[in-house]
């Protein structure tokens, strides 16, 4: 049973330039939360998706966007990166059943570095 | 504005002794609350949860205790093992079946063996 994959695993991007970032949650998840992590800082929230549709957003600028397919996975998208952006980004899914809401489960994240 | 705070970035404990990590919150609405636990190169994992309605919930050597007048959890392990060795994050929730996390900066738990 394959865990929450993210890829790709690093990325190296110019100030200015537009990132995309992907998850395949795990398998029977149909919920995908995005979170930065900047270093020495917990994640961040950024969105989650949920059937196709953001669902809840944290304290991030319109200039991160996302996606959900039908089979589930998610896109991150970032444009005109900021040195700021530099961090780690997780993918986390769950089920959004009663009981299970809570129990995300996080991928390996994506190191992207902003130069 | 961190609305959750693990004041202590690192700990360190003799094996087979207990770990303490804490953790305080600051938004009153929070009613669900996580430990995470993180190894070098690896998304985080969970570990144990507890909600609102309890002060304490107990998985194995893992014990998580929740003050809710003081805003205040803490995470037992008994014993340690050097496996244990992770940043472990606490984590919050402001609405039963919400699913926003607030997380705290994480303490560094070293177990010596």
């Known amino acids: 049973d394959a865990g929450v994959t993210q890829s790709p695993t690093h990325l190296i991007k110019t100030r200015g330039q537009q990132v995309t970032l992907r998850c395949s949650p795990k398998s029977g998840h149909d919920t995908v939360s995005w979170y930065q992590q900047a270093l020495g800082q917990g994640p961040q929230f950024i969105f989650q998706y949920y059937e196709e549709e953001e669902r809840q957003r944290g304290n991030f600028p319109d200039r991160f966007s996302g996606h959900q397919f039908p089979n589930y996975s998610s896109e991150l998208n970032v444009n005109a990166l900021w040195l700021g952006d530099s961090a780690l980004y997780l993918c986390?899914?769950?089920?959004?059943?009663?009981?299970?809401?809570?129990?995300?489960?996080f991928g390996p994240g994506t190191r992207l570095t902003v130069t | 504005d961190q609305q959750v705070k693990q004041n202590s970035p690192s700990l360190s404990v003799q094996e087979g002794r207990i770990s303490i990590l804490n953790c305080d919150y600051t938004?009153?609405?929070?009613?669900?609350f996580l430990w995470y636990k993180k190894y070098p190169a690896e998304g985080p994992t969970f570990l144990i949860s507890?909600?609102?309605?309890?002060d304490k919930n107990e998985d194995g050597r893992f014990t998580v205790f929740l003050n809710k007048s003081a805003k205040h959890l803490s995470l037992h392990i008994v014993p340690s093992q050097p496996g244990d060795s992770a940043v472990y994050f606490c984590?919050?929730?402001?609405?039963?079946?919400?699913?926003?996390?607030?997380f705290g900066t994480g303490t560094s738990l070293t177990v010596i063996p």
């Open positions: 507890i909600s609102s309605i309890k």
């Open positions: 984590a919050a929730s402001a609405q039963y079946g919400g699913n926003q996390f607030y």
């Open positions: 938004n009153s609405m929070f009613d669900y």
């Open positions: 986390a899914s769950n089920l959004a059943t009663a009981g299970s809401a809570y129990e995300q489960y």
